[in-house]
């Protein structure tokens, strides 16, 4: 069964950083668009941002553009998502998604990634001040 894993959530003060690792199993991510969502306490899920594996073209929600980067690895099958400058607001469950390459073609990418339904466990990130 095709599955994506999320780790690399931790506790970490404002200010700080930390990155995140989408690991892939039994497919790979060449042909996908591959996104980023979060969900913080009694909020919906809300997009981060995307990349495209065939070109890396990426696409970010405003609230982290600047902070957050997001970046493939394709020997190590895995998605990272480096986020700097961590703010109280960025706590919240980090969760990877990956369906066709054109959901990640502009800034509308959330509303494509978010009717999927397949979602894993995510990984906990939580900012301190």
């Known amino acids: 069964e095709a599955r994506l894993v999320e780790s690399g959530g931790d506790l970490v003060q404002a200010g700080g950083s930390l990155r995140l690792s989408c690991a892939a199993s039994r497919f790979t991510f060449e042909g996908y668009g591959i996104a980023w969502f979060r969900q913080a306490p009694g909020k919906e899920r809300e997009g981060v941002g995307c990349i495209r594996s065939g070109d890396g073209a990426t696409y970010y929600a405003d609230s982290v553009k600047g902070r957050f980067t997001i970046s493939i690895d394709n020997a190590q099958n895995t998605v990272f998502l480096q986020m700097n400058s961590l703010k109280l607001e960025d706590t919240a469950v980090y969760y990877c998604?990956?369906?066709?390459?054109?959901?990640?073609?502009?800034?509308?990418?959330?509303?494509?990634?978010?009717?999927?339904?397949?979602w894993g466990e995510g990984t906990q990130v939580t900012v301190s001040s």
């Open positions: 998604n990956a369906d066709r390459p054109y959901y990640c073609a502009g800034s509308d990418y959330s509303t494509y990634f978010a009717k999927l339904s397949n």
